[in-house]
Structures are given as structure tokens and as C-alpha cells.
């Protein structure tokens, strides 16, 4: 499978509309955490889902990789509410990937 360049143009664009944020976890919340972050297809590639803002997120490398080619979608996180339950969340986090990804478990994921 090939992986389509997004440019670092439309990654900027992406990153800073979604504030720096991981949208699953909660990870970020300004541009110093852009190098842990990265522009993932809501709809995946193999999937044919289009390299187009609207049809991607900032995600970190974690998050990322543990969703892998599925459709997985997540809302943009308002920042204050992001940096209050990150402290959570990290912790979740953490069980998430040893429930080896479990996605019902996101729904305990505020
Ligand atoms: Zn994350």
C-alpha cells in the first residue's frame, strides 16, 4: 500500500486547526508538541478515503499507530476541556493499548 504525501503545508493547516491536539487522546495542546503529532485519514487510505482536510485529523504517533488503517473518527478537542482531562486520559491511555486497541473501550475515554 502506498502511503499518499501529505504536504507540510496541508499538515500545518491541520494541526493548527485541530489546536496541536490529539483528537483520541487528548495529547498536545500547542505547536511544540507537533513533531509528536501527525495527520491521520478519518477515512483511511486503503479505503480510499481522499488526502483532504476535511478528511483528516491530528492524531499523536501513539494514537496513530494503534489505529492503523481502520475508519476510526474523532472530534476536535476544545482545549481547555483537552488540557483538563489529559492527566486522565494519559492514564487511559496507557490501559487502552494494553487492551490490545480494544476500540469499545474509547467510549470510556472522555
Ligand atoms: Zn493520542
Known sequence: MSKAKISPKLQ???????NFTCR???????????DYLVCDHMQS????????????QCLCI???????SQNWTF???????AEKVWAENK???RRFFAHKCDVAFLTHIK
Open 12 to 18: 500545518m493547516e491541520v494541526k493548527a486547526r485541530d
Open 24 to 34: 483520541a487522546c487528548g495529547y498536545g495542546g500547542n505547536a511544540n508538541h507537533s
Open 45 to 56: 487510505e486503503k479505503n480510499l478515503g481522499p488526502t483532504k482536510a476535511w478528511n483528516l
Open 62 to 68: 501513539g494514537c496513530n499507530l494503534s489505529k492503523g
Open 75 to 81: 472530534d476536535i478537542r476544545k482545549k481547555a476541556v
Open 91 to 93: 492514564r487511559d491511555i
